[in-house]
């Protein structure tokens, strides 16, 4: 579970709630069902007629790594490159083709297989690299959905609020009915405002932010299966790949 996820938005929500109460407002003046349904239903349908169906059903997917995602240990596939290195170093790189299986993560399996089959280093960098490019482009389009929802919502909410407002208008024979009915048509605008900032916009950056960690594992473990091909010294290729993580530390000066 991403705890910063879960902390994230019950705390963006919960702000929202408690201020309005500390305000003396209602909790049932900002639950507003026709409102939901203008902004939520109108947010979807735009956004629906923005991307393929595939690519929104692939954004939806993807909640579960932004609430339930967990980062990859760099230093356990550094500890691998090590053992595989020493192991191909010995007894050549067919010897690893038993260990191949074990390995979870598709990207570094499928660059070993194709290094133990005898493709040569340029064309495992290559052939990599460019799924390195189909992944990336897709996971951006991903995000993509998140960022055009969180600019349509916002939108759609000012259209909630003034059907709101034309309703209201419609009851002005009616004065003591005024105040309630204005504050009830805004209601669609803090559903959209705040479903964009506090949840699509930002959902849309975490899964940036972990598709830059992605990317930046996988060219580590492109650089130590071709390290392992050309037989670089264990230690030396040990210390090549460190660079990888050493680099984003926090509180390191630039």
């Known amino acids: 579970m991403d705890s910063a996820s879960f902390i994230g938005i019950i705390l963006g929500i919960a702000a929202i709630v408690g201020g309005n109460i500390f305000e003396g407002g209602a909790l049932d003046s900002i639950v507003q069902g026709t409102a939901a349904v203008i902004v939520f239903g109108g947010t979807a349908g735009a956004t629906l007629l923005s991307f393929p169906l595939s690519d929104v059903l692939k954004a939806v997917s993807s909640l579960r790594d932004v609430f339930f995602g967990k980062d990859p240990d760099p230093e356990s596939y550094i500890n691998d490159f090590i053992l595989y290195s020493e192991r191909a170093r010995r007894r050549g790189l067919i010897s690893l083709e038993p260990e191949i299986s074990k390995i979870k993560d598709s990207f570094f399996r499928k660059a070993l297989t194709l290094a133990v089959d005898g493709m040569a280093p340029n064309v495992v960098r290559e052939t990599m690299q460019q799924e390195n490019i189909t992944y990336e482009e897709e996971r951006r389009r991903i995000a993509k959905v998140f960022e055009t929802a969180g ?72 650089e130590g299966v071709i390290g392992i091909q050309l037989g670089i010294n264990p230690r030396y290729l040990e210390e090549k790949l460190r660079v990888f993580i050493e680099e984003k530390e926090p509180g390191e000066k630039l």
């Open 151 to 222: 600019g349509f919502a916002p939108t759609i909410g000012i259209i909630g609020a003034v059907l709101g407002l034309i309703h209201v208008m419609e009851n002005l024979s009616d004065p003591a009915k005024l105040g309630s009915g204005i504050a009830v048509a805004f209601v669609a605008t803090i559903y959209g405002v705040g479903s964009a900032n506090l949840i699509l916009l930002p959902i849309s950056k975490k899964l940036i932010n972990r598709l830059d960690k992605e990317l930046s594992l996988r060219e580590m473990i492109l």
